[in-house]
């Protein structure tokens, strides 16, 4: 059975990502039919991380999750106290979505400074990041008061951009319409590297990750599947 399972994910991170030839961008298959073979495996994931959650929930003493230790040492902090703010973010086009450009996803990722930020990359049409949103909605939901954000970038195809505004309605996901346009190999790494982001050869989606308040990149998950751990990740940050 675990054979099985570890065989359906593989099937979900080759049509969900990864990079082929010269390109960076992750691979995205046409039809949600392709994925038809995963919506159990989702299923069981996300059962599995809800239980994991609850187990921790249980465990705690002080009314947040357990500490997270992080998956090693934390990037330089990619903001200046002595620079410019960053320009502000293109405004919303005719179908309600802010197409960005890599350079300007990471400016609004600087915008966020002062908040511990997780920044999503995921597509509408991935069933791991459909899977996934749910949890990452109830995430924003339950530190909507704190100094918290979420940031998350779409990056289907130009054809699909539209989608956004009606996906995110859909989870009544409370994130700003992003959609990060096509870019030439190396765009992406070139504008998100500086501020930590490790984006393997190939990667997957959901790629997420989470910087501290100052910037600084703590922790993040290529093909993100453990809602428990992402959790934990953010509560640890906002206690500090």
Do not use: H
Not at 153 to 172: E, T
């Amino acid at each position: 059975m675990r054979v099985a399972g570890i065989a359906t994910l593989a099937v979900c991170g080759i049509a969900c990502g990864g990079a082929e030839g010269a390109s960076d961008r992750p691979r995205i298959a046409a039809a949600d039919s392709a994925f038809q073979a995963d919506s159990a495996t989702l299923a069981a994931i996300v059962e599995r991380d809800a239980a994991e959650r609850r187990r921790i929930a249980g465990t705690q003493t002080s009314g947040g999750f357990a500490p997270y230790t992080g998956g090693g040492a934390a990037a330089p902090a990619a903001f200046s106290s002595t620079g410019s703010p960053p320009p502000a973010t293109p405004a919303l086009d005719a179908a309600g979505v802010r197409a960005v450009k890599t350079y300007e996803a990471a400016q609004y990722l600087q915008r966020k400074k002062g908040r511990v930020t997780l920044a999503i990359l995921y597509s509408t049409r991935c069933p791991r990041s459909r899977g996934m949103f749910t949890g990452f909605v109830a995430l924003a939901r339950r530190y909507e008061k704190e100094p918290f954000a979420v940031a998350a970038f779409s990056i289907d195809d130009a054809d699909d951009k539209d989608r956004i505004p009606d996906f995110l309605a859909r989870y009544d996901a409370p994130f700003d319409p992003l959609y990060i346009k096509p870019w030439q190999p190396g765009e992406l790494i070139g504008a998100l590297g500086p501020l930590g982001f490790r984006l393997p050869t190939p990667w997957n989606l959901p790629y997420v990750a989470l910087l501290d308040s100052q910037g600084n990149m703590v922790a993040q998950w290529d093909g993100a599947t453990n809602l428990a751990a992402i959790f934990a990740a953010t509560q640890s940050q906002l206690a500090q």
